[in-house]
């Protein structure tokens, strides 16, 4: 990638939607495009069904933790603010009147792109992904390495939810439109944090495109004007600058939301987290913070009050940061996330929060049970699901695939795709429905008679 290539903000602003490029216009209507994306997505089954998704902690008994939804609905509050921030920073500097109307577009854009950025996440968090790849990289799937080919059986074994929500959003299933959900270019653009293909994933095992729809990445891309970065011929682009802003909104929910969640279900306590949350302020700030929270006498309101504070702290931060380095981030050239790069006392607290979260919650036992239960339910689903695709004539696997929605193809001519169906299937499935469908191929659960 030579030097003097940089992304454009008039090109990577698109409002030509994926599947429907022929009925492109430009015309005012009430709501922009991009607030259509985001209404699209608020009323989408898929969207609604992150309701019953593991964030982290067990669905809710008595006490109302996060989970996928609450999670994506946050982080989209934290990304229209930070895009808006983008927005008028860029709009202050810019001379071009004509790109004015567009940059007003950004915070929904990046809005959209937070609910997004979960919805192609398998059931019970991060266990079902890992549960996902660890069934062609170490369990039974390693024998369809040959039916699937060495592209589609490394995407298989790095299952990555991102590369997912892609598909989910792009992909035309059984009885849906050309296009999928047809949304703007650039809210799908936004949504990609790795823009490269699985077999450059690295340690990390994160990439952002199946290679059944890595054409269409680089049709958005080739769109919009993102560079492509040079990679032994294999497909390799820059980040949708917008990305970042996503990215930046997610690292603030999840850190923040999960220590105020342990703080509710007590694995930390109360001075515990006021201490890993005051330690984001310093000098009068935290003088006033303190004030504040001397005239609230609830725990929980206090733990609440702070985080609300940190949270328009960081914003501010991450907003400072992508300007300062928005040159680079447009040349492609910026490879930290922006909470790595603000201010040293709300870094060293992020990371102080981040440290605590991987020593008491990740590892708490609640949190590992559901992890070990999620990947014995996937894994079991997968082979019972992936046998009947390749043994349709058997009278169970008959049984077991009329109970699939029809959007499915789990009878494709090719086994390829019957085996994709299959993982679009169950990374589809919320916690609720992957149990119960697990206790009643197991003879556990029957129907009343």
């Known amino acids: 990638m030579s030097e003097e290539k940089k992304m454009e903000w008039s090109r990577l602003i698109s409002s030509k939607r994926f599947g429907l490029e022929d009925f492109h216009d430009e015309r005012k209507h009430t709501r922009s495009q991009f607030q259509r994306d985001y209404d699209r997505l608020i009323f989408s089954a898929p969207f609604r069904r992150l ?6 902690f067990p669905l809710p008994g008595s006490v109302f933790v996060h989970n996928r939804l609450t999670h994506s609905l946050e982080v989209s509050c934290v990304g229209r603010s930070l895009g808006n921030n983008i927005a008028n920073a860029i709009e202050e500097k810019c ?37 996902i790849a660890s069934y062609f990289s170490e369990g039974k799937g390693q024998e369809l390495r040959g039916m699937l080919g060495d592209r589609l059986w490394c995407d298989m074994s790095h299952f990555e939810g991102n590369a997912n929500a892609f598909r989910l959003l792009t992909h035309k299933f059984n009885g849906r439109r050309r296009g999928g959900f047809a949304l703007t ?49 294999k497909l390799k682009f820059c980040r949708h600058p917008l990305v970042y802003l996503v990215e930046a909104a997610d690292d603030i929910c999840y850190q923040l939301m999960d220590i105020e969640d342990s703080h509710k279900l007590k694995i930390l306590t109360t001075n515990q987290t006021k201490e890993l949350f005051l330690a984001f302020f310093e000098g009068r700030k935290l003088e006033h913070i303190k004030e504040i929270l001397n005239m609230v006498e ?79 339910i996937v894994t079991m689903l997968l082979e019972k699901l992936i046998d009947a695709v390749l043994h349709p004539e058997k009278s169970y696997s008959q049984l077991l695939l009329a109970k699939v929605p029809k959007q499915y193809d789990m009878r494709a001519d090719d086994i390829p795709s019957r085996i994709i169906a299959v993982t679009d299937y169950i990374s589809g499935m919320t916690d609720v429905y992957a149990l119960d469908l697990y206790r009643k191929l197991n003879g556990m659960s029957l129907p009343v008679i």
């Open 51 to 56: 309701q019953n998704k593991t964030q982290v």
């Open 95 to 131: 001379n071009d009147p004509a790109l004015h109307g567009k940059l007003q577009g950004i915070g929904d854009i990046v809005a959209t792109a937070c609910l997004a950025h979960d919805m192609g996440n398998p059931p019970f968090g991060h266990s079902g992904e890992t549960a």
């Open 185 to 233: 270019y650039s809210s799908l653009a936004s949504i990609v944090k790795y823009p490269y293909e699985s077999t450059i994933a690295g340690s990390k095992k994160k990439f952002g495109f199946f290679v059944t729809e890595q054409e269409n990445f680089k049709r958005i891309a080739d769109e919009l004007g993102i560079l492509q970065e040079e990679c032994g011929g």
């Open 298 to 376: 609830d725990r929980n309101e206090q733990i609440a009050y702070l985080r609300s504070s940190i949270v328009g702290l960081l914003v501010d931060e991450c907003s400072r940061v992508f300007m300062e380095h928005e040159d680079e981030i447009l040349r492609g050239k910026c490879n930290s996330p922006l909470i790595k790069l603000i201010s040293e006392t709300p870094r060293n607290a992020y990371q102080k929060c981040s440290e605590t979260a991987f020593a008491k919650i990740y590892n708490f036992s609640d949190v590992l049970d559901i992890e070990l239960a999620g990947n014995r």
